[in-house]
Structure formats: structure tokens, C-alpha cells
């Protein structure tokens, strides 16, 4: 563990008058420590050598510190750690917090253990003083605007990043600040006849919020429907508005935007369909614009949207070339980073709809930020939209308590009470933020366990693992690393799924090696290390090849599983995809991907960059879902380690997930939420 501690007073560095009381005398850096950045000032090299900071990240300050004419020392620490900030994925670093938060280890290398030397902390109330009137930081959100350091409120940022995080503010609260004019009428029928249901109640408050806002925030577990809202609530803004509604539909990565475009299209013909039987006047009121709808929706990366060129570091569209869509829809937000987000809110006209869609309690964008988690969390000013949507769907807006009911009494929409929240579900509408509730895809109880852990519930969470059942089971190995007897149940869910992949790919059949792969799925949180990936996919690797005792030969063997690492437009597979070889009935083999039901086939040769999945990262895995899941987890104290990880790894799962790890793993995940430093929160 890192100790707080002062600088040494002999060290050469300018540092603030009160800031060095040495309580702790930190040992010198090691002059010939090949992580001391060269010619770096003692105290920056103390950190460095501590595994603290890069070298880039002291680089990074001292140019900066070169530039304005600052050079001391205790200032330059506090820009170095915006930099390694930035790398952990924080918007910023409060100094306050520095000393904890380094002390979690390194952020981009979770191998490694955290420093377990003494750190020569400046003391706060100097250090602070120092930074603010520093010629390299602008001090407060009014601080001069050609300063690259900002502090505000005990936070430092790179200033890009405050100013991206500005725009984010400015525009939001903007798209807050009032309702759209809506035919309330027509806006109520429609919304009535694409749901009808009566555990539709949220997606009807999420479809009529889209109609009346210009943001809104989609949010819920896996299978409550966000995807089907998408596309309904489309079909309800074309029946409002008419069929000229230009609609954009985008995702983070081209594999999500896939999906999503898979998932709109098909149920917006679903409701076409629909309409036709039903006939008579809802065929010409509703269908056409409908099938209008579905002609033309088509989904593409946010960058695309944005119109990303190689050769700039702009987009096509920005504040000055706006994008000319009315309604703008952006799946999968929580792997949105703050950057880009900005870029997104930058380019929208500011008359069109934004609906963003999540799940806020799965791990982030792995750039700077969690922006989505930010937007929901953020205390929002009370704005007009609960009172009209109130006003238009009395028995659906979350209320607390619910209409009609005492406070703790059943909900009508069948959901676990502890799941729902209705008083802050009531409160996130000022923001624009709809959470759906009702599970219809994901198994009900495993959805007890992800609520357990989504709540931060350790104790709740471990009496379900400790209590096995059909959807869940957990492993408790008595050391670090599992024995041979203790993972017999992973080795059986691996090499049955293994060799049925095998079979199936080997005998040609493209669908049935691609239903059984998305079987099971093994996750961990590391790549490398005795719980890493390298590790278990070899293991796992040779689990399948002895249940189907026959190592194939060569680098293309039927029921070789792949993971595309890139995307390719030629052959329209996006990184992320996995697949499976399968023999093409010709004595050759192809590679087989996507839905079982109508594979993609491309032939080894034209595959873009390629790896062997026999297990992945739960990074890797967001956005997939497998029937069953196993995830191992590393040992209690490994940074990564977190609830958002142990939640995304278990709503991967469909119908059961088997945790392998000590209790105090799981409860040192379920204890500790991703801490993404960000002034979102706060009101400046
Ligand atoms: N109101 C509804 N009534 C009945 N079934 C529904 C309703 N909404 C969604 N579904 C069904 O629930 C399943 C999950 O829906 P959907 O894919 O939209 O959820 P999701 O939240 O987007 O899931 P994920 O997070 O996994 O992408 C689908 O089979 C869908 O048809």
C-alpha cells in the first residue's frame, strides 16, 4: 500500500511555501531505475520510479510547464496526474482523492501491483494554493481560456477534457430546458397502438419523452426492452410526425451498430406486418409510414455519422455543419466516451431529438469517461417534462409513490419491488432518464443476482451465488489459483460446448456450429496472470481437443473459434464478431459468422485480422449475450475487480452464470464501484 507522505526537503524542486513537512522521508529514486524519465526533477521521478506515472505522463507536464514558464515541482505533479487521469479513463483528478486512487496500482496495467513505497505527497492546502495560481492552470470555469490545466473545485483537468465536459453541461441542460409542441392526441394514440400493453408502461413514458424532448436517456438491464423502445418509438414519431421524420440510428462500435440496425428494422416490419392484418384505415394511417420507415433505417458507427476522414482530426460535422437528422439514435451509450459525446451534441441541430440508450451500470467507454452513468446519476434542475408527461400518461410516469399504491406494495408490472425504485425513477425524468424495468428476455432470477450486484449488495449477492440454483453457481477455490477437481465444472461446460462446435463445424453445418458457440463463453477480468485470458483460453483449448481427441492440424481447423479484431468493410464483419471454421463440404473450410439462423460466409483468405476465442475479456464480451457464461475471477485484490465488471459479466449470461472465485472476490467486486472522476456530477 502507498503511504501519504512528504517531500524530502532536500530535493531541489520549487515547491510550495507549507508543502514539505517531512513526517515520511521518501526514499530517493534509484538513478539508474530504467522507469526514472531522464533529467525529470526528483519529485516527479520519485513518482515515476513508484510506477505512478509514466514517463510520457512527467513528459507531457514538464513540456506544458516549459511552455507557461512553471516549474515547480508540486504543480507539475498535479498536471501529470491529469495525463495519467486521462489513461484510467477519469475526465480529471481530484487532488484530494490522488492519494487513494493511486494507490489502486497502475490503471492501464492491472497486472501490476500498486506501489509499495512511501509517496511524498504535497500537503493539500499548498499544493492546491500552488496549482491555482499557476501559469499553466486556469483557475475556475472563468479562468483564462488558453491555459492547458483547469482547476475547478479541487479538480484538475486537461482543459480540452473541461471543455468538452462543458459542452456536454451546456447542451444537455439546454435539450432540458423545455418540451417540444406535440398534437397531444395524435401523440397519445400512437403511442397507445405500438404499446399496448399493460406492462408497457415505460416504454409508453419513454416513447412520448422522445416526442416531447430533445434528450432522452434510455436506460435498463439486458431484455427490458430498450431495443424494441428504439424501434417503436420510431414508428410513433413517423406516425406523429409523418414519414419525412429523418431518423439516424448509430452505435460506438460497427458491431453494435449491426445489431441494432438487425433489431429496428426487424421489429418495425414486425409492426408492419402487424398493421397489414389488422387492415382498414390503421394499414393507411400507421403501416405506411412505417414501412416507409423501415425502407430507409439504416445504422452506422458514431464516427461514421459524424463523418470521420483520416487525414483530419475533425469530423465532417460539427457546430458549423450540422448533422440533418431530426432524431438521433444512439445505442450502446455507455462505451460512449466524453470526447465523443461532445462531438455528437456539437453536430445535432439544436431542434433535434437526441435518445440516448444504455445500460449505465456496465463497464464504460474504454476512453475518457462514463459519460452515459454520469447523465443518469447527475442531480438534474426540475425541468417541464414530468408534469407534461404526467399530464399526457397519468397511470404510466413514475411517481413516488406509485399512484394508487402505498409505498412497498406489489407493482403492476410484476417486477421485483426492490428493483424498482419508483421515487428516483421519478426524479431521473427532470433529466430526461426513463429506466425500464420489466425483464422480458433475461431469466428472472439471474436477474435478481445482477439487481443484487447492480445495487452494490454484496451480502445479498453472495447468499444467491452461495445458493445454487438453475440460473447460477459459484466456485470457491480454497487458493489463488483453482485446482484440477475445483474448475471440473468449467472444464465440462467448456469441452461440451467445445466439442459441439466441433461436430457441428466439421460435419458443415454453418448454424449448428454457430448456435452451439454462443452456448458458453468463458470471461475474466485479466488478460495475462494465473486468472488471465492467456491462461485459460490455452487451458481451454486443450479441455476441447482432448473431448474431441483430435487435435486438428493446421490454422484454419474446423470448430476453430474466431474473434475479429478489426472491422472490414469488405466483408462486412466488425471487430468483435466472433465465428467458427466449419468445412465447406469440398474438402476446403470457411469461416462462419453471425446469426445461426442465416450465417455469413467468408473464406479464410479474405478474413480481416482474426484471433482464436476460446475465452475473452468481459470488455470484450459487452454487447453479447451467451446462453451460459463463466467468469473467472481474480483474486480480492486485483484493481479490476469492480461491480460494473462482475455485473456485465453476469447479464451476459441468458440463462445461467457460474462465478469461479473466493467470496471475497465477489464481494470486493460487489463493494466497489468503477471511480471515473468527472465534474458531471457536480453543479460547475
Ligand atoms: N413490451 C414488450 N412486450 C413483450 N415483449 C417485449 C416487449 N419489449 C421487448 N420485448 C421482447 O423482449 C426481448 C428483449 O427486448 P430487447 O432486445 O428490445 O431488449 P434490450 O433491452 O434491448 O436487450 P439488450 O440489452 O440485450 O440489447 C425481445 O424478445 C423483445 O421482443
Same mark, same amino acid.
Given at each position: 500500500?502507498?503511504?501519504?507522505?512528504?517531500?524530502?526537503?532536500?530535493?531541489?524542486?520549487?515547491?510550495?511555501?507549507?508543502?514539505?513537512? $517531512?513526517?515520511?522521508?521518501?526514499?530517493?529514486?534509484?538513478?539508474?531505475?530504467?522507469?526514472?524519465?531522464?533529467?525529470a526533477?526528483? &519529485?516527479?521521478?520519485?513518482?515515476?520510479?513508484?510506477?505512478?506515472?509514466?514517463?510520457?505522463?512527467?513528459?507531457?507536464?514538464?513540456?506544458?510547464?516549459?511552455?507557461?514558464?512553471?516549474?515547480?515541482?508540486?504543480?507539475l505533479?498535479?498536471?501529470?496526474?491529469?495525463?495519467?487521469?486521462?489513461?484510467?479513463?477519469? /475526465?480529471?483528478?481530484?487532488?484530494?482523492?490522488?492519494?487513494? &486512487?493511486?494507490?489502486?496500482?497502475?490503471?492501464? $496495467?492491472?497486472?501490476?501491483?500498486?506501489?509499495?513505497?512511501?509517496?511524498?505527497?504535497?500537503?493539500?492546502?499548498?499544493?492546491?494554493?500552488?496549482?491555482? #495560481?499557476?501559469?499553466?492552470?486556469?483557475?475556475?470555469?472563468?479562468?483564462?481560456?488558453?491555459?492547458?490545466?483547469?482547476?475547478?473545485?479541487?479538480?484538475v483537468?486537461?482543459?480540452?477534457?473541461?471543455?468538452?465536459?462543458?459542452?456536454?453541461?451546456?447542451? /444537455?441542460?439546454?435539450?432540458?430546458?423545455?418540451?417540444?409542441?406535440?398534437?397531444?392526441?395524435?401523440?397519445?394514440?400512437?403511442?397507445a397502438? #405500438?404499446?399496448?400493453?399493460?406492462?408497457?408502461?415505460?416504454?409508453?413514458?419513454?416513447?412520448?419523452?422522445?416526442?416531447?424532448?430533445?434528450?432522452?436517456?434510455?436506460?435498463?438491464?439486458?431484455?427490458?426492452?430498450?431495443?424494441?423502445?428504439?424501434?417503436?418509438?420510431?414508428?410513433v414519431l413517423?406516425? /406523429?410526425?409523418?414519414?419525412?421524420?429523418?431518423?439516424?440510428?448509430?452505435?460506438?462500435?460497427?458491431?453494435?451498430?449491426?445489431?441494432?440496425?438487425?433489431?429496428?428494422?426487424?421489429?418495425?416490419?414486425?409492426?408492419?406486418?402487424?398493421?397489414?392484418?389488422?387492415?382498414?384505415?390503421?394499414?393507411?394511417?400507421?403501416?405506411?409510414?412505417?414501412?416507409?420507415?423501415?425502407?430507409?433505417?439504416?445504422?452506422s458507427?458514431?464516427h461514421r455519422?459524424?463523418?470521420?476522414?483520416?487525414?483530419?482530426?475533425?469530423?465532417?460535422?460539427?457546430?458549423?455543419?450540422?448533422?440533418?437528422?431530426?432524431?438521433?439514435?444512439?445505442?450502446?451509450?455507455?462505451?460512449?466516451?466524453l470526447?465523443?459525446?461532445?462531438?455528437? &451534441?456539437?453536430?445535432?441541430?439544436?431542434?433535434?431529438?437526441?435518445?440516448?440508450?444504455?445500460?449505465?451500470?456496465?463497464?464504460?467507454?474504454?476512453?475518457?469517461?462514463? /459519460?452515459?452513468?454520469?447523465?443518469?446519476?447527475r442531480?438534474?434542475?426540475?425541468?417541464?417534462?414530468?408534469? #407534461?408527461?404526467?399530464?399526457?400518461?397519468?397511470?404510466?410516469?413514475?411517481?413516488?409513490?406509485?399512484?394508487g399504491?402505498?409505498a412497498?406494495?406489489?407493482?403492476?408490472?410484476?417486477?421485483?419491488?426492490?428493483?424498482?425504485d419508483?421515487?428516483?425513477?421519478?426524479?431521473? =425524468?427532470?433529466?430526461?432518464?426513463?429506466?425500464?424495468?420489466v425483464?422480458?428476455?433475461?431469466?428472472?432470477?439471474?436477474?435478481?443476482?445482477?439487481?443484487?450486484?447492480?445495487?452494490?449488495?454484496?451480502?445479498?449477492?453472495?447468499?444467491?451465488?452461495?445458493?445454487?440454483?438453475?440460473?447460477?453457481?459459484?466456485?470457491?477455490?480454497?487458493?489463488?489459483?483453482?485446482?484440477?477437481?475445483?474448475?471440473?465444472?468449467?472444464?465440462?461446460?467448456? $469441452?461440451?460446448?467445445?466439442?459441439?462446435?466441433?461436430?457441428?463445424?466439421?460435419?458443415?453445418?454453418?448454424?449448428?456450429?454457430?448456435?452451439?458457440?454462443?452456448?458458453?463463453?468463458?470471461?475474466?477480468?485479466?488478460?495475462?496472470?494465473?486468472?488471465?485470458?492467456?491462461?485459460?483460453?490455452? &487451458?481451454?483449448?486443450?479441455?476441447?481437443?482432448?473431448?474431441?481427441?483430435?487435435?486438428?492440424?493446421?490454422?484454419?481447423?474446423?470448430?476453430?473459434?474466431?474473434?475479429?479484431?478489426?472491422?472490414?468493410?469488405t466483408?462486412?464483419?466488425?471487430?468483435?464478431?466472433?465465428?467458427?471454421?466449419?468445412?465447406?463440404?469440398?474438402?476446403?473450410?470457411?469461416?462462419?459468422?453471425?446469426?445461426?439462423?442465416?450465417?455469413? *460466409?467468408?473464406?479464410?483468405?479474405?478474413?480481416?485480422?482474426?484471433?482464436?476465442?476460446?475465452?475473452?475479456?468481459v470488455? #470484450?464480451?459487452?454487447?453479447?449475450?451467451?446462453?451460459?457464461?463463466?467468469?473467472? *475471477?481474480?483474486?480480492?485484490?486485483?484493481?479490476? =475487480?469492480?461491480?460494473?465488471?462482475?455485473?456485465?459479466a453476469?447479464?451476459?449470461?441468458?440463462?445461467?452464470?457460474?462465478?469461479?472465485?473466493?467470496?471475497d472476490?465477489?464481494?470486493?467486486?460487489?463493494?466497489?464501484?468503477?471511480?471515473?472522476a468527472?465534474?458531471?456530477?457536480?453543479?460547475?
Open positions: 500500500m502507498v503511504n501519504a507522505a512528504t517531500v524530502d526537503g532536500t530535493a531541489p524542486d520549487r515547491t510550495a511555501p507549507g508543502a514539505t513537512t $517531512a513526517a515520511v522521508v521518501a526514499p530517493a529514486p534509484d538513478p539508474g531505475d530504467p522507469r526514472r524519465p531522464w533529467r526533477g526528483p &519529485l516527479l521521478a520519485t513518482f515515476a520510479t513508484a510506477g505512478v506515472l509514466t514517463s510520457a505522463d512527467v513528459r507531457v507536464a514538464e513540456r506544458l510547464g516549459a511552455l507557461t514558464g512553471e516549474d515547480d515541482a508540486t504543480v505533479l498535479a498536471a501529470a496526474l491529469a495525463v495519467r487521469a486521462v489513461r484510467a479513463g477519469s /475526465v480529471c483528478v481530484d487532488l484530494a482523492d490522488a492519494p487513494s &486512487l493511486v494507490a489502486e496500482g497502475p490503471p492501464d $496495467a492491472p497486472d501490476v501491483p500498486p506501489p509499495d513505497v512511501p509517496l511524498p505527497w504535497p500537503a493539500h492546502d499548498a499544493w492546491t494554493a500552488a496549482v491555482r #495560481r499557476s501559469p499553466l492552470v486556469a483557475d475556475g470555469p472563468d479562468g483564462p481560456a488558453d491555459r492547458p490545466v483547469r482547476w475547478v473545485d479541487g479538480r483537468y486537461l482543459d480540452r477534457y473541461w471543455r468538452d465536459e462543458q459542452v456536454v453541461r451546456r447542451e /444537455v441542460d439546454a435539450r432540458l430546458g423545455g418540451v417540444l409542441p406535440v398534437d397531444d392526441a395524435a401523440l397519445r394514440a400512437a403511442v397502438a #405500438r404499446f399496448p400493453g399493460p406492462r408497457d408502461a415505460r416504454q409508453r413514458v419513454a416513447a412520448a419523452t422522445a416526442a416531447l424532448s430533445r434528450l432522452t436517456v434510455l436506460t435498463g438491464g439486458p431484455g427490458t426492452g430498450k431495443t424494441t423502445t428504439v424501434a417503436r418509438l420510431v414508428a413517423r406516425d /406523429v410526425h409523418g414519414p419525412g421524420l429523418r431518423v439516424a440510428l448509430a452505435a460506438p462500435t460497427g458491431r453494435a451498430a449491426a445489431r441494432l440496425q438487425e433489431a429496428v428494422t426487424a421489429e418495425l416490419d414486425r409492426l408492419a406486418r402487424e398493421d397489414d392484418v389488422r387492415g382498414g384505415a390503421q394499414v393507411d394511417e400507421v403501416a405506411a409510414p412505417v414501412a416507409a420507415a423501415t425502407a430507409r433505417l439504416t445504422a458507427t458514431v455519422l459524424l463523418g470521420w476522414r483520416p487525414s483530419s482530426t475533425r469530423f465532417a460535422h460539427d457546430r458549423t455543419h450540422r448533422l440533418p437528422h431530426d432524431l438521433v439514435v444512439l445505442d450502446e451509450a455507455s462505451m460512449v466516451s470526447p465523443l459525446l461532445a462531438r455528437v &451534441l456539437d453536430a445535432l441541430r439544436p431542434d433535434a431529438r437526441l435518445v440516448l440508450v444504455g445500460d449505465p451500470d456496465q463497464l464504460a467507454s474504454v476512453e475518457v469517461g462514463a /459519460v452515459l452513468g454520469d447523465l443518469v446519476a442531480p438534474a434542475p426540475p425541468g417541464p417534462l414530468p408534469a #407534461r408527461l404526467a399530464t399526457l400518461l397519468p397511470d404510466d410516469v413514475p411517481t413516488a409513490p406509485p399512484p399504491r402505498a412497498g406494495s406489489p407493482d403492476p408490472s410484476d417486477v421485483p419491488e426492490p428493483q424498482v419508483h421515487a428516483r425513477d421519478a426524479a431521473a =425524468l427532470h433529466a430526461g432518464v426513463v429506466r425500464l424495468v425483464p422480458h428476455r433475461f431469466g428472472h432470477d439471474l436477474g435478481v443476482l445482477a439487481d443484487a450486484v447492480r445495487r452494490g449488495d454484496a451480502d445479498a449477492a453472495l447468499a444467491l451465488l452461495r445458493t445454487p440454483g438453475a440460473h447460477w453457481s459459484l466456485v470457491e477455490p480454497a487458493g489463488d489459483v483453482p485446482t484440477d477437481a475445483e474448475v471440473a465444472a468449467v472444464r465440462d461446460a467448456v $469441452a461440451t460446448t467445445g466439442a459441439r462446435v466441433v461436430a457441428a463445424a466439421r460435419a458443415g453445418d454453418a448454424a449448428g456450429a454457430l448456435a452451439a458457440l454462443g452456448e458458453h463463453r468463458l470471461l475474466l477480468a485479466h488478460r495475462r496472470g494465473p486468472a488471465g485470458v492467456a491462461r485459460w483460453a490455452a &487451458l481451454a483449448q486443450r479441455w476441447v481437443e482432448d473431448a474431441t481427441h483430435d487435435p486438428a492440424p493446421g490454422a484454419w481447423p474446423a470448430g476453430r473459434p474466431l474473434l475479429v479484431t478489426t472491422n472490414d468493410r466483408t462486412g464483419l466488425s471487430n468483435g464478431d466472433t465465428g467458427v471454421v466449419v468445412a465447406d463440404g469440398h474438402g476446403g473450410v470457411v469461416a462462419a459468422f453471425g446469426d445461426p439462423a442465416a450465417p455469413r *460466409l467468408v473464406r479464410p483468405h479474405r478474413l480481416p485480422a482474426v484471433e482464436t476465442v476460446h475465452a475473452m475479456t470488455h #470484450r464480451a459487452q454487447g453479447s449475450q451467451l446462453t451460459t457464461v463463466t467468469v473467472v *475471477l481474480p483474486p480480492a485484490s486485483s484493481p479490476l =475487480l469492480t461491480r460494473e465488471l462482475l455485473y456485465t453476469i447479464t451476459r449470461a441468458r440463462e445461467h452464470v457460474q462465478v469461479v472465485g473466493s467470496g472476490a465477489v464481494r470486493a467486486a460487489v463493494e466497489r464501484p468503477v471511480r471515473r468527472s465534474g458531471l456530477r457536480f453543479d460547475r
